[in-house]
């Protein structure tokens, strides 16, 4: 299929950083409708919200693509444990149609798994054997505008359906049974920079997902759908029509000077307005988390637009750098935390905040929600109020912080991938640690004068580059989220990106851009298994049991930003 396409490389704005962005125009990528496979397996149930309430403890399936409305990322079996992992070896392997970047994590439901790739293929699967039931390719709009890759994150289930958000900014619900599309609606233009690579979430029959785009200069959102018509329930705009306001912060979350000239970014604010919240980005890259009991949805908000030019968006830049909370029913705003004012090194949050248990300021156990970010903190927050309790120790290095770009270029660590990029960090509610997977890239910071260019142009603002002499590398953090100490640590050669899962078995999992998947002690950090899959292990690992035996699962298909070795394949581990 010859495509004809336009593409921007990142790398001659972000040069060595590793991501490119590309747009493709034209209808010659459109799709196929469903391919048949075998007949559906009979073992297939229909995902009620009672199916899905029960996810923190049931190990029969995995319903959330992080495990639980929470996003623990914590399965609960113990049949693969420290004392065994060692003997894992593959049950199968399934290979795709899609030679790309993979960063799904596939439900499975009853022993089906509905896995996605690159270019929003979907394919249904025996979850024991790996045998195919239906594919699913996504017919392709005449426009697709993306940073990052061309990745899908997964599907929600609800009811007999699979919800699916597409790179030309649709949202697509699909009968699981056959994978024929039931409706697609618009979530937004893609012309104007919008896509959509985040798994989706279902709650009460409401679908929730946010959006890509804070590269071009879109206005972010979290929309909520309904299930049943794909009819838009409610919209919460990340970036509220005065933006700009806030508290004119001048440290960060961890009281750094932040170097702003507060007086300055006044005088620009009123000697130009403040229009710019149209097109000041604030995408919501990663899947929200539910607390059923609050009603409250919670989210971390991306990067203004344009990435480094400040200027032409004086301000704090709200909702951008931020975890907000919102009402599940209505959209309505309850709260939020900003932990980057006013942005113009592309430290965004992007890693999905998790619900669980800590410490309070006063000793005492609360619910808490957390974030992994790039600075390469991990944050706890009060989950009434988000009140910042603590913040981790640097999980990474971190030099010249917060140095303001240069047009020569200024060194600073972490550079803008990370600390923790969109990894999805897991936890482990008995040993109260957190596991999150880091990157150390360092990197100069490089500003130009950059007006906003249209909606389908990137729009950075000047670059952020690797430093080729410096070496890259990776480390698995257990962070004790009572003391915000690192409990142990785990290097590796390359960059971490991909995330963790944990399990009752007391093992962690994580893959590694060379293609190691690897299980570590939860309590120690001692590696314990290892095994090469042929291409980068950049996907968020699973687990689930069927018939009695425990599986775990991780794509092997690569990263487009860190540019890691392509696959195909879906790799799935058993004991013997």
């Known amino acids: 299929m010859k495509l004809k396409s336009r593409i921007t490389a990142l790398s001659a704005a972000l040069a060595l950083a590793g991501m490119c962005s590309t747009t493709f125009a034209g209808d010659e990528i459109s799709g196929q409708s469903t391919v048949s496979g075998k007949a559906m397996s009979k073992n297939l149930v229909t995902v009620t919200q009672d199916l899905l309430n029960k996810s923190p403890t049931d190990a029969n399936h995995w319903l959330h693509s992080n495990g639980n409305y929470a996003q623990t990322r914590f399965y609960p079996a113990k049949q693969i444990n420290t004392g065994n992992v060692a003997k894992l070896r593959p049950a199968f392997v399934f290979q795709t149609a899609v030679m790309e970047s993979m960063e799904t ?50 599907v929600a289930a609800y009811g007999d359906l699979l919800f699916m958000g597409t790179l030309d900014a649709k949202l697509v619900a699909l009968d699981a049974k056959s994978g024929k599309v039931v409706w697609e609606t618009e979530i937004a233009d893609p012309e104007k920079g919008y896509s959509e690579t985040m798994a989706p979430t279902v709650v009460d029959g409401k679908v929730l997902i946010g959006t890509n785009g ?38 960060d979350a961890t009281g750094r000077d932040l170097l702003r000239n507060i007086g300055k970014e006044k005088e620009l604010l009123a000697k130009n307005g403040s229009d710019f919240f149209q097109t000041l980005g604030g ?6 988390a539910v607390d059923l009991a609050s009603r ?24 951008t750098d931020s975890i907000v909370a919102v009402d599940l029913d209505s959209g309505a705003y309850k709260s939020h935390f900003q932990y980057v004012a006013h942005d113009v090194w592309d430290l965004d949050a992007v890693s999905p905040p998790v619900i669980t248990e800590a410490k309070g300021k006063d000793g005492k156990m609360q619910k808490v929600v957390i974030h992994g970010g790039k600075t390469g903190h991990v944050y706890v ?27 020569n270029g200024a060194r600073m660590l972490p550079g803008a991938n990370g600390g923790v990029e969109w990894s999805p960090m897991a936890v482990n509610p008995k040993l109260h640690l957190a596991y999150a997977a880091n990157l150390h890239q360092p990197m100069t910071y490089h500003v130009e004068e950059a007006g906003y260019p249209g909606g389908d142009k990137l729009w950075l603002g000047g670059a952020f580059k ?42 962690v999992f994580t893959g590694e851009g060379n293609g190691s998947f690897n299980a570590y002690d939860a309590k120690l950090g001692t590696k314990l298994w290892s095994f090469n899959v042929g291409a980068g292990a950049n996907s968020p690992p699973i687990s689930y049991t069927v018939g009695g035996k425990q599986y775990i699962g991780v794509a092997a298909g690569g990263n487009t930003q860190l540019d890691f070795k392509r696959g195909n394949s879906y790799f799935v581990f058993a004991l013997p």
């Open 105 to 154: 994590a596939p439900l499975v439901v009853n022993g089906v798994m509905f896995l996605t790739t690159s270019y929003n293929h979907v394919y249904a699967i025996d979850a024991v054997t790996g045998e195919e039931f239906w594919h699913y390719k996504h017919k392709m709009g005449p426009v697709t505008t993306y940073c990052c890759g061309p990745n899908n994150r997964g």
């Open 214 to 251: 804070g590269e071009y200069g879109i206005r972010g959102f979290v929309k909520a759908f309904d299930a049943k018509t794909g009819n838009l329930l409610w919209t919460f705009n990340t970036i509220p029509d005065k933006s700009h306001e806030g508290v004119w912060a001048t440290h």
């Open 283 to 288: 995408g919501v890259w990663m899947t929200p």
């Open 296 to 319: 409250t949805v919670y989210f971390v908000v991306g990067n203004p637009s344009p990435d480094l030019y400040g200027d032409i968006r004086p301000g704090d830049n709200l909702f």
């Open 381 to 407: 927050h009060d989950a009434k109020t988000l009140e910042l309790i603590r913040f981790s120790d640097a999980m990474i290095p971190q030099e010249n912080m917060w140095v303001l770009p240069t047009a």
């Open 466 to 507: 690797i430093v080729p002499t410096e070496k890259q590398w990776g480390r698995l953090a257990a962070v004790n989220l009572d003391t915000g100490k690192m409990a142990w640590k785990a290097d590796t050669d390359q960059p971490l990106m991909g995330g963790a899962l944990a399990t009752g078995g007391d093992l």
